[in-house]
């Protein structure tokens, strides 16, 4: 039995050595796609129309930081809330469409662009602003996916 034990911690070690050890690949979700990224932002876009600010801020994270043209940077779901009654005025009208999207090799992080339109009334007439947006998404805890940062800034009015 003595020369038993040194036998099998041997053949032990030579076959840990020589399997090869099994190691968690890092890859994409299978739901993670550039295309569900585009799905969302026209959830979001619903959301922000139908419920005004309390939609729109359902898909930022608690740490989201906005970046607004010609303003300073806001950090935290909470202060960006505190810019967003604008869209709880049902004449205002704001709209965006994705042009692209893309999610990292690990599936955690991903990122949208596009334009955007906002329409407001003035005293001419209905006012229309133009402009570009980057939203980064990232994959939280609970398996939803939320802004974590955002920016926009205005653009000249579209060539037909």
């Known amino acids: 039995m003595k020369t038993f034990l040194p036998i099998v911690v041997v053949a032990f070690l030579v076959v840990t050595i020589a399997l090869p050890v099994a190691r968690p690949t890092v890859s994409a979700s299978p739901k993670a796609t550039a295309d569900m990224l585009k799905q969302l932002e026209g959830e979001f876009m619903k959301a922000a129309a139908e419920k005004g600010a309390q939609g729109y801020m359902s898909y930022y994270a608690e740490d989201a930081v906005e970046l607004p043209n010609n303003n300073p940077i806001i950090r935290g779901k909470a ?82």
């Open 79 to 160: 202060n960006i809330r505190q810019t967003m009654n604008f869209l709880d005025d049902k004449s205002n009208r704001l709209t965006w469409t994705p042009v692209g999207a893309d999610i990292s090799a690990s599936g955690d992080l991903g990122y949208t662009y596009g334009n955007y339109e906002f329409q407001s009334p003035g005293q001419d007439g209905t006012q229309t602003e133009f402009g570009k947006y980057t939203s980064i998404w990232k994959l939280q805890k609970d398996g939803s996916w939320k802004v974590v940062l955002d920016m926009g800034n205005a653009s000249p009015v579209p060539k037909p």
